[in-house]
């Protein structure tokens, strides 16, 4: 596959203080790795199957005996990781069927749509957002395993921590405002201020009618099953000390009202526990994904 040399020089030269962290998030890289070890550890069917996150990665060999892989201690992660993949990448799917041409994901990390399914990609033009050093890294790894970034794929760079205007970097990118989109983000409104996820809900309001949102946000400790609320508990601190702590929260009540008042035409929440009865309620191992995350379903 040819590269887009277009969203290459878009870019820029690497700079020494972005080039020390010219790797994806932790957090990130743990996540191709529970999306593999679905594949990997748990009986089939697999609710969502993607080992290409793992081959960027490129982990050592022994990444199965990391202490966040262990595969009874963290399934309830692992199964709410799959869930909500498996959800978006359905989403993607049925807008495309209807003729939405754009895909955008923010806070990218290894998604892999457009190396996994190639029918479907084909169909749109996917724009990641992410840092640009995550970006860079990115652009080598699927350069060197063989994948490499066609036209359709456009990695947009955004440095978050300068402020810069990720709208804008995305329209330089070649996204059309125009036309409708499917827009993503999972994972990331636990890092940003509730100021800024309004922000962005504002700015995605203002997509073209048709466009669809699907965003991710914690809920809440005393709104978790009481099972769960110490694996949040201890999750906090390490993301503290990785240098991502968590900083929003919100009841559903308040994420729709956030969406509303941004101006969406219809809102609406769909708890993790719908994503269970939807992709797990048939399985006989007792996998099942933890509480604490639900989506944000909204459109314009």
């Known amino acids: 596959m040819a590269e887009d040399q277009n969203a290459a020089d878009a870019e820029g030269p690497p700079n020494g203080t972005d080039e020390a962290n010219a790797a994806p998030d932790s957090s990130a890289v743990r996540v191709a790795l529970w999306r593999a070890l679905h594949v990997q550890a748990d009986p089939p069917p697999p609710v969502f199957?993607?080992?290409?996150?793992l081959r960027l990665a490129?982990?050592?060999d022994d990444w199965r005996r990391r202490p966040d892989m262990d595969p009874s201690a963290t399934s309830g992660f692992r199964a709410a990781?799959?869930?909500?993949a498996r959800f978006i990448e359905d989403l993607v799917a049925?807008?495309?069927?209807?003729?939405v041409t754009q895909y955008v994901v923010l806070g990218a990390g290894l998604d892999t749509l457009a190396q996994r399914r190639p029918e479907l990609a084909a169909r749109?033009?996917?724009f990641e957002i992410d840092r640009p050093g995550a970006q860079r890294w990115k652009r080598r790894r699927l350069i060197e395993l063989g994948y490499g970034v066609p036209d359709r794929l456009r990695l947009v760079p955004v440095d978050f921590e300068a402020?810069?205007?990720w709208w804008s970097r995305l329209s330089?990118?070649?996204f059309d405002p125009g036309l409708p989109a499917v827009v993503a983000s999972a994972g990331v409104t636990q890092y940003l201020t509730r100021d800024a996820t309004a922000a962005t809900l504002r700015r995605l309001a203002g997509l073209a009618p048709g466009s669809t949102l699907a965003l991710t946000f914690l809920l809440p400790a005393e709104l978790l099953d009481p099972a769960d609320r110490p694996a949040l508990e201890a999750t906090a601190p390490q993301a503290r000390a990785s240098g991502t702590p968590f900083v929003s929260f919100f009841t559903p009540g308040e994420m729709l009202a956030l969406a509303r008042d941004a101006g969406f035409r219809t809102v609406e929440h769909v708890p993790g526990t719908d994503l269970a009865h939807r992709y797990f309620a048939d399985r006989s191992d007792g996998l099942r994904p933890s509480t604490g995350e639900d989506?944000?379903?909204a459109t314009v």
């Open 49 to 53: 199957e993607d080992e290409i996150g």
């Open 58 to 60: 490129g982990p050592d």
């Open 295 to 297: 989506l944000l379903l």
């Open 163 to 165: 402020n810069e205007d």
């Open 124 to 126: 749109l033009r996917v």
């Open 81 to 84: 990781i799959v869930a909500r």
């Open 94 to 99: 049925e807008r495309t069927g209807h003729g």
């Open 172 to 174: 330089a990118a070649g």
